[in-house]
């Protein structure tokens, strides 16, 4: 194991009962890590696991063999919601409470049972200012807010904690071209300022290449090909590599 990695996935394997009784591997042996400050794409056409590994990272799923490593410890000897006050899942779609903004941002200190944050304090507004969170949204309904403002208050609420890293999946596929380019460059940030490692699975090659260090290309439950994004994209070295990246093309998320 490379004692760097913050999140480390090792040799999982995971499946899943098909239409027929029979079992249908999602993933077989993956072994995928991040290390702190930095961001890590996947990406791999719609089935390929993408989803599914990462929802492995915080326990939302269990895999039938293999381990998760957080700091060189098995995450199943962590509480669930230790590690995902420490390891949080930005889904696709923004779930807020409901309430205001401000209600929200306090929701996971509650959830936690500790002292909630001081939204004003210079810390805080820090955060707020590099997740593009205005501060005249905090008396607003957090649920009539657009699609990308409820995606960047979700990605505040989630670093108002102990978080070490970010798993986010699809976090741009419902945001036009302008804030989804806006939200890459708040993930590139936050790695750089906060050490933060995130986990981005995306289908949009052009988000990827914007804020990722790494890329790691998934085809049918595994890892086929891992290296700097802008190498693995520009000069892949596996033919499955190469057809995929020759056809990429928009999709809705992995169904995995």
């Given at each position: 194991?490379?004692?760097?990695?913050?999140?480390?996935?090792?040799d999982?394997?995971?499946?899943?009962?098909?239409?027929?009784?029979?079992?249908?591997?999602?993933?077989?042996?993956?072994t995928?890590?991040?290390?702190?400050?930095?961001?890590?794409?996947v990406?791999?056409?719609?089935?390929?696991?993408?989803?599914?590994?990462?929802?492995?990272?915080?326990?939302?799923?269990?895999?039938?063999?293999?381990?998760?490593?957080?700091?060189?410890?098995?995450?199943?000897?962590?509480?669930?919601?230790?590690?995902?006050?420490?390891?949080?899942?930005?889904?696709q779609k923004?779930?807020?409470?409901?309430?205001?903004?401000?209600?929200?941002?306090r929701?996971?200190?509650?959830?936690?049972?500790?002292?909630?944050?001081?939204?004003?304090?210079?810390?805080?507004?820090s955060l707020?200012?590099?997740?593009?969170?205005?501060?005249?949204w905090?008396?607003?309904?957090?649920?009539?807010?657009?699609?990308?403002?409820?995606?960047?208050?979700?990605?505040?609420?989630?670093?108002?904690?102990?978080?070490?890293?970010?798993?986010?999946?699809e976090?741009?596929?419902?945001?036009?071209?302008?804030?989804?380019?806006?939200m890459?460059?708040t993930?590139?940030?936050?790695?750089?300022?906060?050490?933060?490692?995130?986990?981005?699975?995306?289908?949009?090659?052009?988000?990827?290449e914007?804020?990722?260090?790494?890329?790691?290309?998934?085809?049918s439950?595994?890892?086929?090909?891992?290296?700097?994004?802008?190498?693995?994209l520009?000069?892949?070295?596996?033919?499955?590599?190469?057809?995929?990246?020759?056809?990429?093309?928009?999709?809705?998320?992995?169904?995995?």
């Open positions: 194991m490379n004692c760097r990695e913050l999140l480390l996935a090792e999982v394997t995971v499946s899943r009962p098909g239409n027929d009784g029979s079992f249908e591997r999602i993933l077989e042996k993956t995928l890590g991040v290390t702190p400050g930095e961001v890590l794409a990406a791999g056409p719609s089935g390929s696991g993408k989803s599914t590994l990462l929802r492995l990272y915080n326990r939302l799923l269990e895999p039938d063999s293999g381990q998760v490593l957080l700091s060189g410890k098995d995450i199943r000897t962590v509480s669930p919601p230790v590690l995902r006050a420490q390891v949080l899942l930005v889904a923004p779930y807020l409470f409901p309430g205001t903004v401000s209600n929200n941002l929701a996971s200190a509650r959830l936690r049972r500790v002292e909630p944050p001081e939204l004003h304090s210079p810390e805080t507004k707020v200012e590099m997740c593009r969170v205005e501060t005249s905090l008396d607003r309904d957090a649920r009539k807010l657009s699609v990308g403002q409820q995606q960047r208050v979700c990605l505040l609420r989630a670093l108002l904690g102990p978080c070490k890293a970010l798993l986010l999946d976090p741009t596929s419902a945001l036009d071209r302008q804030t989804g380019v806006q890459a460059q993930f590139k940030l936050l790695t750089k300022e906060k050490g933060l490692a995130i986990i981005l699975v995306t289908h949009d090659l052009e988000i990827a914007i804020c990722a260090d790494r890329i790691a290309l998934m085809i439950g595994s890892v086929i090909e891992t290296g700097p994004v802008t190498q693995v520009n000069a892949p070295q596996a033919e499955a590599s190469r057809q995929f990246l020759s056809s990429a093309v928009p999709d809705n998320g992995d169904v995995a």
